[in-house]
């Protein structure tokens, strides 16, 4: 009996070590990839490796930046175009070129959205948009409580028919979101100085496309069973167009849904939640293809399985979610905002959004 026991305790005690060894092992593993994924972030986006790298806010277009503006044959007062992706926690900025065409600029790391994956429905919901939006000069705010910002224009005319509810959601400074995108200081100074050159060079509005992700095949199977699935489908057709024409796709509302590059036979729909009257327009032989391509792909993709994403609240980019782990939020709040505003619940900042345990 007591050989057995003997026996049945050093069992037990192989088996506790063995867990404890593999729960290790996660860890390490759960860590590396955190510590991979902002390298890989560094390296791809040019981003943020220090405190220090963040350099100093301003209202001008740095040197730095013209100079690759011109290297790529654009003007500072060339037209823009901006997308912003939430699961990527990345804003970039398009440019027209000597081709007439948009090329991309420069891709900025967010400091931090709030919410989850999905579009925003009501006010106080921490939401940050999606869809497609268009600023004016009169959307711009140099007075902004955090540093600079401007207003996407939200409810748009698809959202409002819809319901949808909340105000003054806006790509701002600081590194603080409850429904916003937040750039910090320094970079919504580089972005709100080239939009306003371009609206002052002669462009009415931009474009501002919101995404929840880079609107892949594999990121589309991968939330084919989100109930926003539909919706990301429909943003998808105007990101096929300017992915595939290098040029601002147009956007009509009918059907509940947004319309890319439509001739209506009597013109533009006023009702969005109407159905669609008949088009006249012919489908573009290039996006049709991309869009055929990338169906096949996703259906393949679809039978396997993917870890779900669990957002807390929102997201950080990162390079940045580098820099809080290491100064911890009261520090980089002073060098990423000039009043030093406080980062937005920074354990969930923290939190590993690819981490489906969480």
Same mark, same amino acid.
């Given at each position: 009996m007591t050989l057995r026991m003997s026996m049945f305790a050093s069992h037990v005690g192989g088996l506790s070590s063995l867990l404890y060894r593999l729960n290790r092992i996660e860890w390490v593993r759960r860590r590396f990839r955190r510590v991979a994924l902002a390298l890989v972030a560094v390296v791809l986006s040019g981003c943020v490796q220090s405190l220090g790298d963040l350099g100093e806010a301003s209202h001008d277009i740095p040197p730095k930046l013209l100079a690759s503006m011109r290297a790529k044959g654009m003007k500072p007062e060339s037209p823009v175009l901006v997308r912003i992706f939430k699961m990527e926690s990345e804003l970039e900025i398009w440019k027209v070129d000597g081709s007439g065409r948009y090329a991309l600029l420069k891709i900025y790391p967010m400091c931090r959205w709030s919410g989850k994956l999905g579009p925003k429905t009501k006010t106080g919901d921490r939401q940050a948009p999606e869809g497609f939006y268009r600023v004016s000069m009169a959307g711009l705010n140099p007075k902004s409580q955090f540093y600079l910002s401007f207003n996407l224009g939200y409810p748009n005319r698809l959202e409002?028919?819809?319901?949808?509810?909340?105000?003054? /959601?806006?790509?701002?400074?600081?590194?603080?979101?409850?429904?916003?995108?937040?750039? %910090?200081?320094?970079?919504?100074?580089?972005?709100?100085?080239?939009?306003?050159?371009?609206?002052?060079?002669?462009?009415?509005?931009?474009?501002?496309?919101?995404?929840?992700?880079?609107? %892949?095949?594999?990121?589309?199977?991968?939330?084919?069973?989100?109930?926003?699935?539909?919706?990301?489908?429909?943003?998808?057709?105007?990101?096929?167009?300017?992915?595939?024409?290098?040029?601002?796709?147009?956007?009509?509302?009918?059907?509940?849904?947004?319309?890319?590059?439509?001739?209506?036979?009597?013109?533009?729909?006023?009702?969005? /939640?109407?159905?669609?009257?008949?088009?006249?327009?012919?489908?573009?032989?290039?996006?049709?293809?991309?869009?055929?391509?990338?169906?096949?792909?996703?259906?393949?993709?679809?039978?396997?399985?993917?870890?779900?994403?669990?957002?807390?609240?929102?997201?950080?980019?990162?390079?940045?979610?580098?820099?809080?782990?290491?100064?911890?939020?009261?520090?980089?709040?002073?060098?990423?905002?000039?009043?030093?505003?406080?980062?937005?619940?920074?354990?969930?900042? /923290?939190?590993?959004?690819?981490?489906?345990?969480?």
């Open positions: 409002a028919a819809l319901g949808y509810s909340g105000e003054a /959601l806006m790509v701002h400074g600081a590194c603080s979101s409850s429904g916003c995108f937040a750039l %910090t200081d320094q970079g919504v100074g580089e972005i709100y100085a080239v939009v306003e050159k371009a609206l002052k060079g002669g462009q009415q509005a931009f474009q501002v496309q919101a995404y929840p992700f880079r609107m %892949t095949s594999q990121n589309l199977a991968a939330h084919r069973d989100d109930p926003n699935v539909a919706f990301w489908k429909n943003l998808k057709e105007g990101y096929d167009i300017f992915d595939v024409r290098r040029r601002e796709p147009r956007v009509a509302v009918c059907g509940s849904k947004y319309v890319f590059d439509a001739e209506f036979k009597d013109g533009d729909p006023a009702d969005p /939640l109407a159905a669609c009257p008949e088009r006249v327009d012919r489908s573009d032989p290039a996006v049709v293809a991309k869009a055929s391509a990338d169906q096949q792909k996703y259906l393949e993709l679809a039978a396997k399985s993917y870890t779900p994403l669990a957002y807390q609240d929102g997201g950080m980019h990162p390079s940045f979610r580098a820099l809080l782990e290491e100064n911890g939020d009261v520090k980089l709040a002073e060098k990423v905002s000039v009043i030093k505003y406080p980062i937005s619940r920074p354990v969930a900042a /923290l939190a590993d959004p690819f981490d489906g345990s969480k």
